[in-house]
Protein backbone atom coordinates (compact mmCIF):
# COMPACT_ATOMS: atom_id res chain seq x y z
CA UNK A 1 0.00 0.00 0.00
CA UNK A 2 1.33 3.24 -0.97
CA UNK A 3 1.49 6.19 1.81
CA UNK A 4 -0.92 8.36 -0.07
CA UNK A 5 -3.37 5.47 0.18
CA UNK A 6 -2.64 4.54 3.79
CA UNK A 7 -3.46 8.54 4.08
CA UNK A 8 -6.63 8.06 2.63
CA UNK A 9 -7.60 5.21 4.20
CA UNK A 10 -7.31 6.74 7.21
CA UNK A 11 -9.10 10.07 6.34
CA UNK A 12 -12.18 7.45 5.32
CA UNK A 13 -11.86 6.15 8.72
CA UNK A 14 -12.08 9.20 10.42
CA UNK A 15 -14.95 10.42 8.14
CA UNK A 16 -16.73 7.23 8.52
CA UNK A 17 -16.62 7.49 12.56
CA UNK A 18 -16.26 11.34 13.27
CA UNK A 19 -17.31 13.53 10.55
CA UNK A 20 -20.34 12.12 8.38
CA UNK A 21 -21.09 13.79 5.41
CA UNK A 22 -24.55 13.98 4.40
CA UNK A 23 -26.94 14.88 1.10
CA UNK A 24 -26.00 18.51 1.37
CA UNK A 25 -22.03 18.20 1.54
CA UNK A 26 -22.11 14.99 -0.90
CA UNK A 27 -24.30 17.37 -3.77
CA UNK A 28 -21.86 20.35 -3.16
CA UNK A 29 -19.03 18.31 -3.92
CA UNK A 30 -20.72 16.37 -6.87
CA UNK A 31 -22.15 19.76 -8.29
CA UNK A 32 -18.36 21.54 -7.54
CA UNK A 33 -16.83 18.77 -9.70
CA UNK A 34 -19.59 18.87 -12.03
CA UNK A 35 -18.88 22.34 -12.40
CA UNK A 36 -14.96 21.66 -13.20
CA UNK A 37 -13.83 23.39 -9.58
CA UNK A 38 -10.50 22.76 -8.60
CA UNK A 39 -10.34 20.00 -6.27
CA UNK A 40 -9.05 21.99 -3.68
CA UNK A 41 -11.97 21.80 -0.86
CA UNK A 42 -11.03 21.11 2.71
CA UNK A 43 -11.47 16.88 3.58
CA UNK A 44 -14.47 15.55 6.04
CA UNK A 45 -12.22 15.52 9.32
CA UNK A 46 -11.05 19.24 8.21
CA UNK A 47 -14.42 20.60 7.43
CA UNK A 48 -15.46 18.35 11.18
CA UNK A 49 -12.35 20.60 12.78
CA UNK A 50 -13.40 23.84 11.45
CA UNK A 51 -16.87 23.40 12.50
CA UNK A 52 -15.71 22.37 16.19
CA UNK A 53 -13.63 25.22 16.25
CA UNK A 54 -16.55 27.78 15.24
CA UNK A 55 -18.46 25.99 18.17
CA UNK A 56 -15.67 26.52 21.23
CA UNK A 57 -15.52 29.80 20.22
CA UNK A 58 -19.39 30.43 20.59
CA UNK A 59 -19.78 32.16 17.13
CA UNK A 60 -22.17 34.09 16.36
CA UNK A 61 -19.98 36.48 13.35
CA UNK A 62 -17.87 33.86 10.95
CA UNK A 63 -15.40 35.61 7.98
CA UNK A 64 -14.36 33.15 5.11
CA UNK A 65 -11.83 34.49 2.89
CA UNK A 66 -12.32 31.66 -0.22
CA UNK A 67 -15.74 30.13 -0.75
CA UNK A 68 -15.27 27.94 -3.94
CA UNK A 69 -18.07 25.68 -4.17
CA UNK A 70 -19.26 25.92 -0.78
CA UNK A 71 -18.28 23.26 1.29
CA UNK A 72 -15.97 24.21 3.97
CA UNK A 73 -19.05 27.66 4.38
CA UNK A 74 -21.17 24.83 5.42
CA UNK A 75 -19.87 23.26 7.78
CA UNK A 76 -18.67 26.61 9.65
CA UNK A 77 -22.22 27.84 9.13
CA UNK A 78 -23.87 24.68 10.41
CA UNK A 79 -22.20 25.83 13.99
CA UNK A 80 -23.62 29.18 13.65
CA UNK A 81 -26.64 29.90 15.91
CA UNK A 82 -30.00 30.86 14.25
CA UNK A 83 -29.29 34.33 14.26
CA UNK A 84 -25.74 33.96 13.39
CA UNK A 85 -24.70 35.03 10.33
CA UNK A 86 -21.69 34.08 7.98
CA UNK A 87 -20.19 36.33 5.32
CA UNK A 88 -18.09 34.26 2.69
CA UNK A 89 -15.63 36.07 -0.14
CA UNK A 90 -14.52 34.40 -3.25
CA UNK A 91 -13.19 36.22 -6.69
CA UNK A 92 -14.77 34.17 -9.06
CA UNK A 93 -18.34 34.81 -9.88
CA UNK A 94 -18.35 31.42 -11.76
CA UNK A 95 -17.22 29.53 -7.97
CA UNK A 96 -19.62 31.87 -6.22
CA UNK A 97 -22.84 30.67 -8.50
CA UNK A 98 -21.78 26.68 -7.42
CA UNK A 99 -21.56 27.93 -3.51
CA UNK A 100 -24.56 30.04 -3.15
CA UNK A 101 -26.75 26.73 -4.78
CA UNK A 102 -25.27 24.31 -2.50
CA UNK A 103 -25.50 26.57 0.26
CA UNK A 104 -29.17 27.36 -0.47
CA UNK A 105 -30.02 23.29 -1.11
CA UNK A 106 -28.46 23.30 2.91
CA UNK A 107 -30.81 25.56 4.29
CA UNK A 108 -28.22 28.07 5.21
CA UNK A 109 -29.13 30.74 3.10
CA UNK A 110 -30.18 32.98 5.23
CA UNK A 111 -27.37 32.84 7.58
CA UNK A 112 -24.61 33.03 4.54
CA UNK A 113 -23.90 35.76 2.25
CA UNK A 114 -21.80 35.00 -0.83
CA UNK A 115 -20.02 38.43 -2.08
CA UNK A 116 -17.45 38.24 -5.33
CA UNK A 117 -14.57 40.31 -6.00
CA UNK A 118 -11.26 40.04 -5.35
CA UNK A 119 -10.86 40.10 -1.58
CA UNK A 120 -8.79 42.89 -1.43
CA UNK A 121 -11.20 44.63 -2.62
CA UNK A 122 -13.95 43.19 -0.59
CA UNK A 123 -12.49 43.67 2.75
CA UNK A 124 -12.15 47.47 2.97
CA UNK A 125 -16.01 48.15 1.91
CA UNK A 126 -16.96 45.01 4.31
CA UNK A 127 -14.58 47.26 7.44
CA UNK A 128 -16.38 50.41 6.13
CA UNK A 129 -19.89 48.43 6.94
CA UNK A 130 -18.72 48.44 10.42
CA UNK A 131 -19.91 44.88 10.93
CA UNK A 132 -19.87 43.18 14.97
CA UNK A 133 -16.81 41.97 15.02
CA UNK A 134 -15.99 38.39 13.76
CA UNK A 135 -15.44 35.62 16.33
CA UNK A 136 -13.36 33.66 13.35
CA UNK A 137 -12.25 34.17 10.67
CA UNK A 138 -11.03 31.01 7.76
CA UNK A 139 -8.49 31.78 5.33
CA UNK A 140 -8.66 29.87 2.43
CA UNK A 141 -7.60 31.87 -0.65
CA UNK A 142 -4.62 32.90 -2.68
CA UNK A 143 -1.70 31.92 -0.84
CA UNK A 144 0.41 35.34 -2.08
CA UNK A 145 -2.35 37.57 -0.22
CA UNK A 146 -2.22 35.41 2.81
CA UNK A 147 -0.46 38.26 5.44
CA UNK A 148 -3.03 40.74 3.65
CA UNK A 149 -5.43 38.79 4.79
CA UNK A 150 -4.68 38.15 8.74
CA UNK A 151 -3.72 41.61 8.65
CA UNK A 152 -7.45 42.47 7.47
CA UNK A 153 -8.65 39.87 10.04
CA UNK A 154 -6.90 41.59 12.98
CA UNK A 155 -9.05 44.79 12.14
CA UNK A 156 -12.20 43.17 11.77
CA UNK A 157 -11.93 40.85 14.77
CA UNK A 158 -11.87 41.29 18.59
CA UNK A 159 -10.02 39.97 21.63
CA UNK A 160 -10.13 36.12 21.52
CA UNK A 161 -11.12 35.53 18.10
CA UNK A 162 -9.32 32.88 16.08
CA UNK A 163 -7.80 33.14 13.07
CA UNK A 164 -7.49 29.76 10.99
CA UNK A 165 -4.96 30.46 7.64
CA UNK A 166 -5.35 27.13 5.40
CA UNK A 167 -2.63 24.98 3.35
CA UNK A 168 0.78 26.22 4.94
CA UNK A 169 2.98 23.86 4.64
CA UNK A 170 2.44 24.07 0.41
CA UNK A 171 4.18 20.04 0.45
CA UNK A 172 7.03 20.77 2.67
CA UNK A 173 8.01 24.10 0.36
CA UNK A 174 7.51 26.46 2.68
CA UNK A 175 10.96 25.66 5.22
CA UNK A 176 12.73 25.27 1.78
CA UNK A 177 15.18 28.79 1.44
CA UNK A 178 15.35 27.93 -2.63
CA UNK A 179 11.48 28.23 -2.78
CA UNK A 180 10.27 31.89 -4.58
CA UNK A 181 7.47 31.12 -5.29
CA UNK A 182 4.37 33.34 -4.62
CA UNK A 183 2.32 31.13 -2.99
CA UNK A 184 5.24 29.78 -0.57
CA UNK A 185 6.81 33.60 0.00
CA UNK A 186 2.72 34.74 1.06
CA UNK A 187 2.32 31.89 3.03
CA UNK A 188 5.52 32.39 5.45
CA UNK A 189 5.00 36.16 5.69
CA UNK A 190 1.76 35.35 7.41
CA UNK A 191 3.36 32.57 9.77
CA UNK A 192 6.25 35.38 10.58
CA UNK A 193 3.37 37.75 11.24
CA UNK A 194 1.53 35.35 13.40
CA UNK A 195 4.71 34.55 14.94
CA UNK A 196 5.98 38.34 15.94
CA UNK A 197 2.85 40.17 16.20
CA UNK A 198 2.18 41.52 20.05
CA UNK A 199 -1.61 41.09 19.19
CA UNK A 200 -1.55 37.17 17.91
CA UNK A 201 -0.78 34.02 19.68
CA UNK A 202 -0.21 30.86 17.06
CA UNK A 203 1.10 27.67 16.08
CA UNK A 204 0.69 25.73 12.74
CA UNK A 205 -0.28 21.92 12.17
CA UNK A 206 1.15 19.71 9.73
CA UNK A 207 -1.01 17.09 8.55
CA UNK A 208 -1.77 14.27 5.99
CA UNK A 209 -4.90 12.54 4.37
CA UNK A 210 -7.12 12.67 1.42
CA UNK A 211 -5.89 15.75 0.87
CA UNK A 212 -2.23 15.13 0.62
CA UNK A 213 0.41 16.81 2.86
CA UNK A 214 0.14 20.05 4.05
CA UNK A 215 -1.54 21.76 7.23
CA UNK A 216 -2.67 24.86 8.77
CA UNK A 217 -2.05 27.74 11.04
CA UNK A 218 -4.18 28.93 14.08
CA UNK A 219 -3.91 32.20 15.92
CA UNK A 220 -6.01 33.99 18.75
CA UNK A 221 -6.26 37.70 18.99
CA UNK A 222 -4.88 39.33 22.24
CA UNK A 223 -6.05 42.32 23.89
Request: no cysteine.
Amino acid sequence: MSESQLWDDVDDYFTTHLARDDDALRAALRDSDAAELPKISVSAPQGKLLQLLAQIQGARHILEIGTLGGYSTIWLARALPADGRLISLEHSARHAEVAVRNIARAGLDRQVEVRVGPALESLPKLADENPPPFDLVFVDADKANNPHYVEWALKLTRTGSLIVVDNVVRGGRVADPGSTADDVRGTRAAIEMIGSHPRLSGTAIQTVGSKGYDGFALARVLA
